[in-house]
């Protein structure tokens, strides 16, 4: 990481220094030749016009004298040319030279000098092979021309090896300040990156503070020893977590386990082992499960529902129910958790409380009966005695009033046992029903003053049942409603459809469910006013055979109060 840190440094701080340096040589290899010549053309300038003074001020003659003085002085070439360009003495040139020296009337400034006073030009020197800045004036006195010169190689190059040399400099100024740069900051992040990945453990004990690093570096180490501390404490908070549920599993006592999207066990208790066999974490859940209806609540399950299975018998023979929850926050990998009751002992207490009450009604029949027929006896030779005839007539009310319980505990048996389930269920016209139990029910409905009416409606709708097990259920309803209801009132009954079921609903004018009762009302033996006296023929178990009976059939049997007085009690089964 340094190496890399380093490298990356030393190449754009390389990559700066010569694009500055570029910048560089183009300001002085331009702007400053530029630059160095005006400043030399001024300062020859200058010059030549001292010179000028000087010449024209001197006697003449001695030219080679004058010249060889001046360009002493002055440190330039000094050259005196005649008005006819004949060069008569020059600092450089012997005097044998000047023979072969060329016509310098032609040279630009020597020309200009003569026509205007004052020329200057930058060339090539042909005597001297090498570039000068020339500038020449005439001295009218002595009819000649007087020319300064200065090379231009003296004034115009820039110190190339200085720079060059500078510039290494530069390189190795770079190299130092890369690695100081790398160690100042690859080293700590390279050390705080090492440690990141054991943050749990190792980042707690690592001298964060201690790291000889930048302020801003510090604080990210600082931030990321919290962060590791965070984390630790979720993590500690997490295990326990972890712990409470696991012991909460094993100690549920209930099979539970957990099924992800590949259909293998995840998680299971000490019940699930018992049940399904050990070793079961990463099995496939068919080979666990080993039953179709539990498989298929779990698959409904990872579809996202839940599903429930009311009864499902498993190879060791005992009886279960389970519950298929689809696990909802696990993000893309939604697991099931099924979780399985026990029902044998229960299912074998209520057949068990079945059979008792089938056959502790039937047995109560008889002699029922018995103290019925005596009691009828009775009343025929007892004659006009008033009490006798008071205490006959209650004995008679109660022995009809067992008849009825006994009558509805024995229907209440037959709904809950097995042999139910036998019987033939057929297509039932709503219509057809309600017509028959409304005429089974005028008997009771007339001598109470109440009017039972069937609502007419459209189409006649019909579901699939056992017929005397649904009458039974309406006839339920009408009994109750006529009993609730204040004589010259109406019963309706109504059949409509709604969300693919069949609803058969009645309702009555009588003093309606109080709310707390409401939810009650389908329990065996429960009466929602119990300082009230039982009406005639109440056994308490009226509706709670409604329920049953819409159950069976798939269905549910509900209570939904008017709005000022009276009820509706309804029953949804599916529509046919
Ligand atoms: P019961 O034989 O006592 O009528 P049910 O199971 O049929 O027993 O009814 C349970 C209770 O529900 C009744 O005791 C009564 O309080 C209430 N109930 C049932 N039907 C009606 C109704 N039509 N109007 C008012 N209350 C009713």
């Known amino acids: ?19 500055t340096g570029l910048l560089f040589y183009f300001v002085l290899s331009s702007w400053l030749p530029r630059q ?19 010449v024209s001020l001197s006697p003449g003659g001695n030219w080679q004298g004058i010249v060889d003085r001046l360009a002493e002085a002055s440190g330039y070439r000094v050259t005196i040319i005649s008005a006819g360009g004949h060069v008569m003495a020059d600092s450089t040139l012997k005097l044998d030279d000047f023979a072969f020296a060329e016509d310098h009337g032609q040279r630009s400034e020597i020309a200009e000098a003569l026509r205007i006073g004052f020329g200057f030009s930058l060339r090539h020197s042909s005597s001297l092979t090498s570039h000068f800045i020339y500038a020449a004036r005439a001295v009218p006195e002595h009819n000649i021309v007087l020319r300064l010169a200065d090379p231009v190689k003296q004034v115009i190059y820039p110190p190339w090896p200085w720079l060059l040399l500078a510039g290494l400099m530069g390189v190795a100024l ?25 943050l749990e453990d190792s980042c707690l004990g690592y001298p964060w503070r201690a790291l000889n690093c930048d302020p801003w570096i510090k604080q990210m180490a600082h ?5 590791g501390k965070n984390f630790q404490q979720r993590l500690e908070q997490l295990n326990q977590d972890a712990m409470r549920l696991k012991s909460l599993l094993q100690s549920l006592g209930k099979p539970v386990l957990t099924i992800n999207r590949q259909g293998r066990i995840t998680l299971c208790n000490q019940a699930a082992s018992d049940l399904f066999g050990k070793d079961l974490i990463g099995k496939n859940q068919a080979t666990v499960l080993r039953n179709a209806d539990l498989l298929a609540a779990v698959d409904q399950a990872a579809g996202g529902r839940q599903a429930v299975i009311d009864e499902v018998r498993l190879a060791d023979g005992q009886i279960w129910d389970a ?7 696990a993000g893309n990998q939604p697991e099931v958790v099924v979780v399985m009751h026990n029902l044998t002992q229960l299912k074998k ?29 009775l009343s025929g030779l007892m004659g006009g005695n008033k009490d006798s005839i008071r205490f006959l007539e209650s004995i008679a009310r ?17 709904l809950e046992s097995p042999e139910w389930h036998c019987t033939a269920h057929r297509p039932i016209s709503a219509r057809q029903l309600m017509d028959e139990t409304r005429l089974a029910m005028e008997e009771k409905a007339e001598p109470a003053n109440v009017k039972l009416q069937v609502e007419p409606m459209n189409d006649d709708l019909s579901f699939m049942g056992e017929y005397n097990t649904i009458e039974r259920a309406l006839i339920n309803l009408l009994d109750n409603a006529i009993k609730y209801s204040p004589p010259g009132e109406q019963v309706v009954m109504r059949s409509y459809a709604a969300d693919n079921r069949l609803i058969i609903e009645v309702e009555d004018n009588g003093p309606g469910v109080a709310p707390e009762h409401q939810a009650r009302i389908f329990e065996r033996f429960y009466r929602a006013d119990k300082s009230r006296s039982a009406p005639e023929g109440s056994t308490g178990l009226g509706l709670a055979i409604v329920r049953h009976a819409a159950l069976l059939h798939g269905g549910e049997a509900g209570h939904k109060n008017q709005n000022e007085s009276g009820s509706i009690f309804f029953i949804a089964l599916p529509l046919l």
């Open 174 to 198: 770079i190299l130092i300040a890369s690695h100081l740069l790398a160690n100042r900051y690859a080293r700590p992040i390279q050390e705080i990156s090492a440690c990141l990945p054991n």
């Open 323 to 329: 519950v298929c929850s689809p696990i909802l926050d």
């Open 1 to 19: 990481m340094i190496t890399t840190m380093r490298r990356r440094i030393f190449i754009s701080m390389f990559i700066c220094m010569f694009v």
């Open 398 to 414: 109660q022995v009809e009033r067992l008849q009825r319980l006994l009558e509805d505990l024995l229907a209440l048996a037959h």
């Open 36 to 54: 160095n010549t005006a400043l030399a053309e001024d300062r020859l300038k200058k010059s030549l016009n001292l010179a000028a003074q000087i």
């Open 223 to 227: 931030s990321l020893e919290t962060m």
């Open 349 to 377: 207490m209520a057949s068990m409380r079945r059979d008792f009450i089938a056959n502790f009604s039937h047995e109560l029949r008889t002699p029922l009966a018995v103290i019925k027929s005596a009691q009828e006896t």
